[in-house]
């Protein structure tokens, strides 16, 4: 058998469970809507407060800057996995992209990007 038919079939199989699982809560879920389904449930508590609070910019900043961080981590990994193969080039490589990254991270905090003071 090939491998574009085992792709083929185990894609099939997937996309029965997945239809099945959605038919299967389609018709045998509960379908009543009452009040304090319809509330937001937050952690079995009363919900305190507006939903809809403004937060800070710094917030998003911190949050896009964490996934630059993981994004690095990523990159690194698999040259880290082969770093004995071809010590000298991914040495270079992995020392670019770390100088480039934390270039990045110097202008952030030039620009105040890890200020939290309100």
């Known amino acids: 058998m090939s491998e574009i038919a085992v ?3 185990f894609t099939g199989i997937v996309f029965v469970f997945v239809f099945g699982m959605w038919l299967f809560t389609f018709l045998f879920g ?3 809507r009452t009040r304090v389904k ?3 449930f937050e952690c079995g508590m009363e919900p305190v407060g507006p939903n809809r609070t403004r937060f800070p910019v710094q917030y998003y900043l911190y949050a896009i800057l964490l996934v630059i961080f993981d994004v ?3 990159f690194l990994f698999p040259l880290a996995l082969i770093f ?3 010590s ?3 040495y270079v490589a992995m020392a670019v992209f ?3 990254a934390f270039l990045g991270y110097v202008y952030v ?3 105040g990007g890890f200020d939290f003071e309100e």
């Open 109 to 111: 905090y030039k620009r």
């Open 84 to 86: 004995r193969e071809n």
């Open 38 to 40: 319809s509330l937001p």
């Open 30 to 32: 509960p379908k009543e």
């Open 88 to 90: 000298l080039l991914i």
């Open 98 to 100: 770390l100088v480039s």
């Open 7 to 9: 792709l083929l079939i």
């Open 72 to 74: 690095e981590v990523v």
